[in-house]
C-alpha cells in the first residue's frame, strides 16, 4: 500500500499569514504515461464530511478560492493557503488515488494563532 | 443540487450484518463510479469499496474483503454496503462519495456501531 505522511499534523497560524502543508507518498503517484499526479487534497470542516479542494495534485475544484495552491510531483506535495482566513480553520488530508488501495495521509490541523 | 445521503447505519453485535444505502440526487448517477469510505474513531480516513458506473467492476481494500459488499442500483439512484460478519474495527462512520480515487462530492456519513 501507499502510505501518505503529511507533516506537521498539526499549525497555528496568524490570520492574514501563510500556512503551508506536506504530504508525502512512499512511491510515486506520477503517472508517466499522462504525466498526471493522483494526488487530491480535501478540506475538513468539524461536523462536515471532507470537501476536495485539488485534483491531479494542482487543478482546483471549482469555488476553491484562489488563495488555496496546490503543487509538487512524484512523492512530495503541498498545499498552501497564502493569507489563511478564519474559515480556513480546519484538518487537511492529502489521498493518492495512482494505485488501490486509495489511501490517505492522517490529516492536519490548522488553527488561528 | 448534488447531494449523497446514507442511512441504514446503527449498533450490532459482532458478527451480525448492516445494510448501508446512499440515494443520490442532483447527477445522472449511473454516469458515475462510485466509493464508500469510512473513519473509526480518533482514526483517520479509510477508503472501503468502489464500484465502478455499471456496476461490472468492483474493488475492496484488503480490511473489508469477502466481508462487505458494494453494489448499485441505477434505476433506484442509490448506492449500497452489505456489511456481513460485523467486527467491532468496523466501527466507524460510513461515507459514499462519487468518484474514481479523486472523491467530488460525500455524503453525511451514517454511523455504524460494532459492539457486544
Known amino acids: 500500500d501507499v502510505v501518505m505522511t503529511q507533516s506537521p499534523d498539526s499549525l497555528a497560524v496568524s490570520l492574514g499569514e501563510r500556512a503551508t502543508i506536506n504530504c508525502k507518498s512512499s512511491?510515486?503517484?506520477?503517472?508517466?504515461?499522462?504525466?498526471?499526479?493522483?494526488l487530491a487534497w480535501y478540506q475538513r470542516k468539524p461536523g462536515q464530511p471532507p470537501k476536495m479542494l485539488f485534483y491531479w495534485a494542482s487543478t482546483r475544484e471549482s469555488g476553491v478560492p484562489e488563495r488555496f495552491s496546490g503543487s509538487g510531483s512524484g512523492t512530495d506535495f503541498t498545499l498552501t493557503i497564502s493569507s489563511l482566513q478564519a474559515e480556513d480553520v480546519a484538518i487537511y488530508y492529502c489521498?493518492?488515488?495512482?494505485?488501490?488501495?486509495?489511501?490517505f495521509g492522517q490529516g492536519t490541523k490548522v488553527e488561528i494563532k | 443540487q448534488v447531494q449523497l445521503v446514507e442511512s441504514g447505519g446503527g449498533l450490532v453485535k459482532p458478527g451480525g450484518s448492516l445494510r448501508l444505502s446512499c440515494a443520490a440526487s442532483?447527477?445522472?448517477?449511473?454516469?458515475?463510479?462510485m466509493s464508500w469510505i469510512r473513519q473509526a474513531p480518533g482514526k483517520g480516513l479509510e477508503w472501503v469499496a468502489f464500484?465502478?458506473?455499471?456496476?461490472?467492476?468492483?474493488f475492496y481494500a484488503d480490511s473489508v474483503k469477502g466481508r462487505l459488499f458494494i453494489s448499485r442500483d441505477d434505476a433506484k439512484n442509490s448506492l449500497y454496503l452489505q456489511m456481513n460478519s460485523l467486527r467491532v474495527e468496523d466501527t466507524a462512520i460510513y461515507y459514499c462519495?462519487?468518484?474514481?480515487?479523486?472523491?467530488?462530492?460525500w455524503g453525511q456519513g451514517t454511523e455504524v456501531a460494532v459492539s457486544s
Open positions: 442532483g447527477f445522472t448517477f449511473s454516469d458515475y463510479y
Open positions: 464500484v465502478s458506473s455499471g456496476g461490472n467492476t468492483l
Open positions: 462519495a462519487r468518484g474514481a480515487g479523486a472523491f467530488d462530492v
Open positions: 489521498q493518492q488515488y495512482h494505485s488501490i488501495p486509495w489511501t
Open positions: 512511491q510515486s503517484v506520477l503517472d508517466s504515461s499522462n504525466n498526471k499526479n493522483y
